[in-house]
């Protein structure tokens, strides 16, 4: 799947970004393998939610270990079964939450392992919405608590359907077999909720401390912008530090320094998003290394760390503008 999102070599809402699904991070996808993300089609009824069969998982027992499961036994329930395997105490995920987790897929008939997210060291981060992922994670997900391993078996009909998936060696009649480890769940209402810090620096943007999810304001001053990338934090985070080849769930606001118009914001558009640092501008990629998880940060980008003379089509972002950002960095990928 492809989404769109802000601050490639061309900005958000105005150009794909290569993801894993709506939400999904280029470092936590396996576009050589098979990730949950959806088919082309994606329309079948609710299923029926069964306690099992489920096979055994028979290592790596605890959360966050990578799991060794058995093969099935017998014929799997042509319902999808669900269980939770181990009890998180975390936020509950709704339906079109992201969530966070790192996962192991395998084949119910022959234990073949077709994809997972623990050998890569980065957990995938993909909405629960129709389309963006497998009918089996959207229905057997919510519900659940962050921080719970869950345990599922998928028939074809809440997979991958009667096409199957061919790159991946799923065919149209397998059911699948996913251990889940849910880190965390986020929603379009979610903030960094770090300690605030003084932002006495007249000549620089003050960018709102609320924390109810609502987009933050920034207040542009009227001062010459700065030559120089700024990035400081507003709220900061006590997450682990983001490295410059991770990836990043965040929410964010854009304005530009002349006039404080603003050009983008997922709060807008309803919808998080997610990207590789090393697939957004200079600007952000510089201004978010070393910065908290947790934190909301201010990055304020001058056009040679942007977009210089070369602005994206149909955009309000003019050659030569320096860019403002209030981001909240929400999960490390």
Excluded at 18 to 42: Q, R, W
Excluded at 294 to 304: A, E, F, H, T
């Amino acid at each position: 799947m492809r989404r769109r999102s802000l601050l490639l070599a061309v900005p958000a809402g105005l150009a794909a970004l290569a993801a894993c699904g709506d939400g999904g991070s280029d470092s936590s996808e396996a576009g050589e393998s098979a990730s949950p993300t959806a088919p082309d089609t994606s329309a079948a009824p609710p299923p029926k939610i069964v306690d099992g069969p489920l096979p055994a998982i028979t290592g790596g027992v605890k959360f966050g270990e990578k799991p060794t499961v058995a093969k099935g036994s017998g014929e799997p329930s042509e319902d999808l079964a669900v269980k939770t395997v181990i009890a998180g105490g975390g936020k509950t995920i709704a339906e079109n939450d992201f969530v966070v987790a790192h996962y192991l897929g395998q084949v119910w008939s022959t234990a073949k392992v077709f994809d997972n997210s623990y050998d890569r060291k980065a957990p995938l981060a993909i909405r629960l919405a129709q389309g963006s992922i497998i009918d089996g994670w959207r229905y057997g997900l919510t519900g659940k608590k962050a921080g719970s391993r869950v345990q599922m078996a998928v028939p074809p009909t809440w997979g991958y359907g009667t096409q199957g998936n061919e790159q991946a060696g799923i065919k149209g009649t397998d059911t699948l077999v996913f251990v889940v480890d849910v880190q965390d769940t986020f929603n379009a209402k979610s903030s960094a909720e770090g300690r605030e810090v003084a932002q006495d620096d007249v000549d620089l943007p003050k960018v709102g401390t609320n924390t109810d999810g609502k987009a933050p304001s920034i207040e542009v001053p009227d001062a010459d912008a700065p030559k120089k990338l700024v990035s400081r934090y507003v709220l900061e985070g006590d997450g682990e530090e983001v490295g410059a080849d991770n990836s990043v769930l965040v929410q964010y606001k854009g304005v530009l320094w002349d006039g404080g118009k603003e050009f983008d914001s997922t709060y807008g558009r309803g919808q998080l998003t997610s990207f590789s640092l090393q697939q957004v501008v200079k600007g952000w990629a510089q201004g978010l290394t070393g910065k908290k998880v947790g934190s909301r940060v201010l990055i304020v980008i001058p056009p040679d760390l942007g977009y210089g003379d070369t602005p994206p089509d149909g955009s309000d972002i003019k050659k030569d503008s320096t860019l403002v950002f209030s981001v909240d960095i929400l999960a490390k990928l």
